[in-house]
């Protein structure tokens, strides 16, 4: 389970409340991961997981370069790898692999977007509208 913090805030609520969604779309798929239920019911966590990242990655990209945020162009293009990564897992998934898969999409996942968010995003605390 990751708490949500405040070293997770960037300040911006439209942003804060994306990942708070996100974090908690990654605990939901924990809960299903100890519950040991199916990769039936685990790819469409998944599959909201990758869908909801890209809405989130687009809305976010927009919004730092309203701001002037200097994390602009390293924010879009770790997206950009980290989208890719999302593609590559939900097809392997989508084609027969096993939850052992799951475990570490869930795993990798968790430890990017903590530390992407307070690495990257949260460059947006010092900005604003001009
Ligand atoms: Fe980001």
């Known amino acids: 389970m990751i708490p949500w913090t405040p070293a997770l805030e960037t300040g911006h609520p439209t942003i ?3 990942h708070r ?3 908690a779309s990654l ?3 924990d809960s299903a991961l100890k519950k040991g239920v199916g990769k039936e019911q685990v790819i469409p966590l998944v599959s909201f997981l990758n869908r909801y990242s890209r809405e989130h990655f687009a809305r976010e990209e927009a919004h730092m370069t309203r701001v002037n945020c200097p994390s602009a162009v ?3 293009q770790a997206h950009l790898d980290f989208a890719a990564k999302l593609d590559g897992w939900l097809a392997t998934l989508q084609t027969g692999a096993s939850l052992s898969l799951v475990l570490e999409v869930h795993r990798e996942t968790s430890r990017w977007i903590g530390a992407h968010i ?3 995003d949260c460059k947006l605390r010092g900005c604003r509208l001009a």
């Open 16 to 18: 804060d409340d994306d």
């Open 118 to 120: 307070v690495n990257v």
């Open 27 to 29: 605990n939901e798929l």
């Open 21 to 23: 969604k996100l974090i």
């Open 74 to 76: 390293a924010n879009k």
